[in-house]
């Protein structure tokens, strides 16, 4: 079964430090992976989209990777700040139907 | 422009009621797509629209409905309320198609007691 496995773990930081955010998923070959964040109570915001051709994408503070040989995206928050404390969540497209597929989210804390 | 509105923001109904939660999404964008918000299965998609067709369904029981009208608005309806149903409805909407970028609402809180 297709599957999308993010850190369960909340990410305990120190700011000023790089956040790294794992995306693993199985039985999937994804055109793309998205990344959103959400905050407590309210909708996911879109961050990044990265395509299957496309190794690493920037934008700002944050950086994707996307292995699709490994089945990994790792997401990474550079100079991190309390306001980025938030949950992380990375999409597909699930092969069965045309819709967007979420992990479960990974937790990340920035301390100060 | 404005974003994805949906309404109302917060919900108690008692079991065995039936509920409808509106979504407007953005200006253009003709694909609406709902979620399912709870602790402990994150977000689970319900069903997608588009162009006033449903386009893709999740595996939720049949008491779970949606539409979409000529405007792109969206309503859900949620019948024969189940305590296990209380959780937070999300609401999506995409220029074109449901995996694009997503641009999400505020979304609707139900509680069912």
């Known amino acids: 079964s297709q599957k999308i496995e993010q850190n369960s773990e909340a990410l305990n930081i120190q700011e000023g430090k790089t956040a790294t955010l794992t995306c693993n998923y199985t039985?999937?070959?994804?055109?793309?992976l998205q990344w959103y964040r959400q905050d407590p109570g309210r909708g996911p915001v879109f961050l990044l989209l990265i395509r299957e051709n496309e190794k690493e994408k920037r934008k700002e503070r944050l950086k994707v990777t996307f292995d699709t040989t490994l089945k990994q995206s790792l997401f990474h928050i550079t100079a991190s700040q309390p306001a980025d404390s938030a949950t992380y969540l990375c999409?597909?497209?699930?092969?069965?139907?045309?819709?967007?597929?979420f992990g479960a989210g990974t937790i990340l804390r920035v301390k100060s | 422009k404005a974003g994805v509105t949906q309404t109302p923001r917060y919900l108690i109904k008692t079991r065995g009621q039936q509920v409808t939660l509106s979504c407007s999404p953005i200006?253009?964008?003709?694909?609406v797509s709902w979620y399912q918000q709870t602790p402990g299965q994150g977000l689970q998609f319900l069903f997608e629209?588009?162009?006033?067709?449903?386009?893709n369904k999740g595996n939720f029981p049949g008491r779970f409905s949606g539409r979409q009208f000529s405007n792109s608005r969206s309503e859900m309806n949620v019948s024969t309320l189940e305590l296990g149903d209380s959780a937070l409805y999300l609401c999506?909407?995409?220029?074109?198609?449901?995996?694009?970028?997503?641009?999400f609402g505020q979304g609707t809180r139900l509680t069912v007691v």
């Open positions: 999506a909407s995409s220029l074109r198609q449901a995996n694009t970028e997503a641009f």
């Open positions: 629209y588009f162009s006033e067709t449903q386009r």
């Open positions: 039985n999937y070959s994804p055109a793309y």
């Open positions: 200006s253009g964008h003709r694909s």
């Open positions: 999409a597909l497209v699930s092969s069965y139907g045309n819709k967007l597929v």
